[in-house]
């Protein structure tokens, strides 16, 4: 094997490691903001059920999942098979997909709990909360995977540090 493939292998790798990061790194922001505006819509409330915590701890668990997945087992798997790049394009696509039915259904639910617990009478109902903070993420994922397609200098740097540490580890 030449060094070229070699080095060509360990930059896709630390592409993939790297978007892997940013990943989970969006989704915590995302958890933290999301999670902390609705605990404080649900503190500044007259409702006493912290009714917060039906999304902060599904969505906990998920984020626990998230990071162990990409700082944890990532290379135990024996890596991710190798795919071209529409394959990775109707990937993001589908992670969009998939993204935009949680928010739904997510959503969905939170109506139907504000609903059904009396809260009618609150001035602003504390579900518009979520769904306006998450579908500003929603957004952004749709211009991640539709608009912005190219590599910032930035990401191009940083994806040269993960090859130097795959380097390092001998991967």
């Given amino acids: 094997m030449s060094n070229e493939i070699v080095d060509e ?85 589908k992670g969009f997909y998939r993204h935009l039915g949680l928010y739904l259904l997510v959503n969905i639910i939170l109506i139907i709990i504000w609903a059904r617990t009396g809260a009618e009478s609150d001035p602003v109902p504390w579900f518009v909360y979520p769904l306006g903070g998450w579908g500003f993420f929603i ?5 991640e995977v539709y608009i912005l397609v190219e590599e910032t200098g930035w990401q191009k740097r940083q994806i040269e540090k993960e090859v130097e540490k795959l380097k390092r580890a001998g991967r």
């Fill in 139 to 143: 957004l952004w994922n749709f211009l």
């Fill in 9 to 93: 292998e360990l930059y896709k790798r630390a592409r993939q490691r790297f978007k892997d990061k940013m990943d989970f790194y969006q989704h915590f922001i995302i958890y933290a903001v999301v999670n902390g505006i609705l605990a404080l819509a649900w503190a500044f409330s007259d409702v006493d059920h912290p009714w917060f915590i039906w999304v902060l701890a599904p969505w906990g668990i998920g984020l626990l999942f998230h990071f162990l997945m990409v700082f944890i087992f990532s290379g135990k798997t024996g890596g991710k098979k190798r795919q071209v790049e529409g394959e990775k394009r109707v990937d993001k696509k």
